[in-house]
């Protein structure tokens, strides 16, 4: 089983929780309720964060690696731009653990595929929004499968072998279960910086 097999095996029924608990209709019904939304997911990627050793990563070669890493500051600034401060994402921590660094990146990463889907039907009812309101959700705006596929393409190539496997399933189950935990909380309490 490859890497990322084993990661689309370990998560595929914690995404189905996960999209189960957001309400697409929910999150573009007004500007509000989507900041609500961009508010639960900064919960569960700041409690993700530091797990992310980003030197590491740049030591494995991760693809794009600044253009990925401003894409979920991008969050914060949202956040900031729709007068929800929340405070920036603290400085990850040295890592001696590869395999839970890359399992809790494909979970990052991989959302942006629902980001992009909820941007669309965002901007379908409600129009375009400012700029500087959805730079996290626009991503890599029409390179986001480029991004992806160039991620995957680096997943596949780390030499692996059963107990690393192992540790990064453990690692993006995990992941999951910090958005799992924000987004059940329908009202997370704001955090002014
Ligand atoms: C309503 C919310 C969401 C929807 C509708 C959604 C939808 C999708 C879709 C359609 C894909 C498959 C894309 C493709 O292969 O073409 C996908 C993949 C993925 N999503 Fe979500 N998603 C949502 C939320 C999230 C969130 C919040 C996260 C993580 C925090 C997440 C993590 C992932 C991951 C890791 C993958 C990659 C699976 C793979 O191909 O290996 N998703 N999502």
């Known amino acids: 089983m ?13 995404h189905q ?14 500007i509000d309720a ?16 530091l797990q992310l050793d980003w030197h590491l990563l740049a030591e494995w070669g991760l693809p794009e690696l600044s253009a990925r890493q401003a894409r979920y500051h991008a969050l914060t600034d949202d956040l900031h731009a729709l007068g929800h401060p929340v405070p920036p994402l603290e400085r990850g921590l040295r890592s001696e653990r ?14 942006i595929h629902g980001g992009a889907i909820l941007l669309s039907e965002l901007e379908t009812k409600a129009g375009p929004l400012p700029a500087d309101t959805c730079r996290f959700l626009s991503g890599f705006h029409d390179q986001n499968r480029y991004y992806w ?13 059963d107990d690393f496997l192992e540790a990064a399933s453990t690692s993006a189950r995990e992941a999951f279960e910090h958005f799992i935990a924000a987004f059940a909380v329908k009202s997370p309490t704001p955090v002014v910086s």
């Open 149 to 161: 596929k160039d991620f995957v393409s680096w997943l596949e190539s780390l030499e692996t072998g």
């Open 17 to 30: 929780r996960l999209e189960g608990q957001i309400s697409k209709e929910e999150v573009t019904a007004s």
């Open 98 to 111: 590869a395999p839970s660094v890359v399992g809790c990146l494909y979970v990052l990463e991989g959302s």
């Open 34 to 49: 989507y900041a609500l939304y961009l508010r639960q997911f900064h919960q569960g990627l700041a409690a993700c964060w």
């Open 2 to 14: 490859t890497l990322l097999q084993a990661l689309r095996k370990a998560t595929q029924s914690s």
